[in-house]
């Protein structure tokens, strides 16, 4: 008798066990779900639609976009921004002169990367699958925009993620880019950009934009496979200073490989336009850039993101063939 009442308490137990574990898990449900509501009501979001599968997050289509819908299998170059609900700061973001590109299917991957503070320093990376992000990106066309406030088991989790806090809401930005290709968005980005400056250039053929303002006085012209020595200011199509050179020796040889992968643009057009004092204005759009992947150093820094279009300006102080 002992043993089957024995038999009788633990099952209780586990029934209850199990009973609190579905009210932890629905409190959370319900926390959330409050805090999303009180975050549209304060901001007076009232055309805010609850996603149709009743997951916990909602959308607001803000420009639908031209043309057809987009497809899984359509490529789309976008960019997100996330910031936290509770407190407006934005952990994750693209700038405006660089964007993602993938398939629309993948874009519900999300990567975040923070600094953990080992000597040295280290860049980690965590790759997060938000399904939420896909499935708006599929009610939009391309130049489209929405917006998403997502619950944090629908984004980072229960977990601290870098400097995002634990159970932190989003609030997420989508916007589509016009553009099918990247070098479509790079020509568009560069002849605005100019015509925004009112700057004269020369396409060379290779696509990249430049203007000499001194083509040098020495009397051995530059090679492709030279290697000079130049002063620059590399910068951003926002004006951001990237990088800045003086007395830097670079080998223009195509075989050679550089850390900096936008050499790629200068060994297109340096040669044969430039000599010793010579003065160069180039732009170069990304896949003579960075192409689609970052440039980082050895600590896994990102120095170039990619996808950016760049604006040197460059001098070259001696040449040697």
């Not at 789309?76 to 398939?103: C, E, H, S, W």
Request: glycine share 8%.
């Amino acid at each position: 008798m002992l043993k089957q009442l024995s038999g009788y308490i633990l099952a209780l137990a586990s029934l209850v066990m199990n009973v609190s574990c579905r009210k932890d898990y629905e409190s959370v449900k319900d926390a959330e779900a409050r805090r999303i509501t009180e975050y549209i009501v304060r901001n007076n979001l009232s055309l805010m639609v609850e996603d149709g599968d009743h997951t916990g997050y909602y959308y607001q289509v803000l420009n639908p976009g031209l043309g057809e819908a987009l497809k899984n299998t359509d490529s789309v170059l976008y960019n997100i921004q996330m910031k936290g609900i509770d407190n407006g700061i934005i952990y994750y973001d693209l700038p405006a002169f660089t964007n993602r590109g993938t398939y629309v299917g993948y874009t519900d991957v999300v990567s975040h990367e923070y600094v953990i503070n080992t000597i040295p320093k280290k860049v980690i990376s965590e790759a997060r699958s938000i399904p939420a992000i896909r499935n708006t990106i599929l009610k939009l066309k391309r130049g489209g925009a929405a917006r998403i406030l997502l619950p944090s088991s629908l984004a980072f989790g229960r977990n601290e993620v870098g400097e995002i806090p634990a159970k932190q809401d989003m609030d997420v930005m989508i916007t589509i880019h016009p553009d099918t290709t990247q070098q479509q968005r790079d020509d568009r980005l560069i002849q605005d950009f100019m015509i925004s400056k009112g700057l004269v250039m020369t396409k060379d053929p290779s696509g990249v934009w430049y203007s000499i303002s001194n083509p040098g006085n020495d009397t051995s012209p530059i090679a492709e496979t030279s290697t000079i020595q130049t002063s620059y200011t590399g910068r951003f199509l926002n004006g951001a200073v990237f990088q800045i050179g003086t007395g830097t020796s670079f080998d223009l040889s195509p075989n050679t490989r550089n850390l900096h992968s936008w050499i790629n643009g200068w060994r297109k057009v340096i040669p044969g336009k430039l000599r010793k004092g010579g003065k160069m204005r180039m732009i170069i759009p990304s896949r003579l850039g960075t192409g689609k992947s970052e440039l980082r150093n050895e600590f896994n820094y990102i120095l170039l993101p990619g996808n950016a279009v760049l604006d040197f300006d460059i001098e070259i102080q001696s040449v040697q063939l």
